[in-house]
């Protein structure tokens, strides 16, 4: 904790960002990303112009809106929170490796088996009030460590929507996360009272030389519109799925009886009496997440005409893998072409870009993706297809299947089908969700 009530050390401020971003300095804050091959671009540039023949081509220069590396893992642990059933405190938390890849997503709940709709979720009077959730609930910190798809979490960076409490400092330091990266929703920092939990966190940080960081995002919230990637009729067509009270009803068995059971002679918490236990009640589906996962990914692509996203999901929802359409890594953004249409290829982007669907089995955090789902916006072309299918993943969740009737995906459905690849379209639940970056602090209050 080096750097504790600095603020956003490492940001640049919002009125200069878009200068920023022409610079392409915003890979260059974490250059084992980028730049691997050590062209500088000025010879990427000399290079291109040697193998294209730039005359009357059209330049297309990079899309300026992109969200910024901090702002997407931030965006991440917030979205992560819309999957809890916590009434007043859901959080979220995302852990990222050296190489900006996803290695762990969490929010806070009861362990596993310990159900969601039995367990009280009211806030106690104390830490062991048997009555509410304080004592069963893990944190998302917890989760999101435990939740891992790589071997471990040391040297990596977590982002997370409040600052940690010692429970949190204890796990972050014992599993060797080096730095946190706290969302920063007011204009200054104030510790004018911090808690006394709050105080030990921040000597257990420092005295572990823990690097905790501040960050204010420069947009106040990010919209994932589900109806604009395709034909809006789509949200009027029956849910394929079982819907979440059938899930519920499934569950609600001899789980939930064998938890009322214990909770009776344990704690003398009488579920019957409770017919509601307080959890909330607007959290998201596991496919409203993977696939708005897939979509805030989109939010990094720089292409101005078309934002992909992909999500790749293990056989424990554990999200392994997470990518956007782009240029290879050392391509220069700023020095290929983004352009379509031109006459010649090497002019348009086509031959340079990678899609969403490749870069997120390469950009994977765990040690491969075998038997996994792959939620993506689009469906796959037959490049992808192919790599899906090498790589093992049995299913895919598209949305829009707008290039239905061209080659590139009759190829595609006859490979996935060779090789007993699922395919299912996502039925979009919501028209839009709307993270609000503003609402850190709220969510996070302790
Ligand atoms: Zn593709």
């Not at 509601?276 to 959290?283: A, E, I, Q, V």
């Amino acid at each position: 904790m080096k750097e504790i009530g600095t603020f956003n050390d490492e940001k640049v401020p919002s009125h200069k960002r878009k200068l920023f971003n022409q610079k392409g300095c915003d890979e260059k804050e974490y250059p084992n990303v980028r730049d691997k091959t050590g062209d500088d671009e000025q010879t990427q540039g000399k290079r291109l112009k040697a193998e294209s023949k730039p005359d009357d081509t059209v330049k297309t220069s990079k899309r300026q809106s992109y969200l910024s590396w901090d702002e997407y893992f931030l965006s991440i642990a917030l979205l992560s929170s819309k999957r809890s059933k916590d009434p007043d405190s859901p959080s979220g938390a995302c852990i990222v490796d050296k190489y900006n890849r996803v290695v762990a997503v969490g929010y806070n709940g009861f362990p596993k088996g310990c159900s969601d709709t039995i367990f009280p979720w009211q806030t106690g009077k104390s830490k062991t009030d048997l009555h509410s959730k304080e004592p069963y609930v893990c944190n998302s910190i917890t989760n999101a460590i435990c939740n891992k798809c790589s071997d471990d979490v040391a040297g990596c960076r977590l982002y997370v929507m409040s600052f940690p409490g010692s429970d949190d400092a204890k796990v972050i330091i014992q599993s060797r996360i080096k730095e946190v990266v706290i969302l920063q929703t007011r204009e200054t920092l104030d510790f004018e009272s911090p808690s006394c939990d709050e105080q030990a966190s921040r000597i257990l940080l420092d005295m572990a030389n823990v690097r905790v960081r501040y960050y204010k995002p420069s947009i106040p919230s990010i919209t994932l519109n589900f109806l604009a990637e395709s034909s809006s009729n789509l949200i009027d067509k029956p849910s394929q799925e079982p819907s979440h009270n059938d899930l519920l009803a499934i569950s609600t068995s001899q789980k939930e009886s064998r938890a009322s059971q214990l909770l009776l002679e344990e704690a003398k918490y009488d579920v019957s009496n409770i017919p509601d236990n307080g959890r909330r009640k607007d959290y998201i589906s596991w496919q409203d997440y993977f696939m708005a996962m897939a979509f805030l990914t989109a939010e990094r692509s720089k292409d101005p005409n078309t934002q992909v996203g992909a999500c790749i999901v293990d056989s424990e929802k554990r999200i392994i893998g997470l990518g956007y359409n782009g240029f290879p890594q050392g391509c220069s953004d700023l020095q290929l072409p983004w352009a379509r249409g031109n006459k010649n290829p090497l002019d348009n982007k086509y031959l340079y870009v990678c899609h969403a669907e490749v870069n997120a089995i390469m950009n994977k955090g765990s040690a491969n993706v075998k038997g996994s789902t792959i939620f993506v916006a689009l469906f796959p072309c037959e490049n992808c297809a192919k790599m899906i299918i090498q790589s093992g993943i049995k299913e895919v969740v598209y949305m829009s299947d707008c290039y239905h009737d061209t080659d590139g995906a009759r190829a595609s459905r006859i490979m996935f089908q060779c090789a007993n690849v699922t395919l299912r379209q996502y039925v979009p639940t919501m028209q839009e969700l709307i993270l609000d970056l503003t609402m850190g602090n709220q969510y996070g209050a302790k």
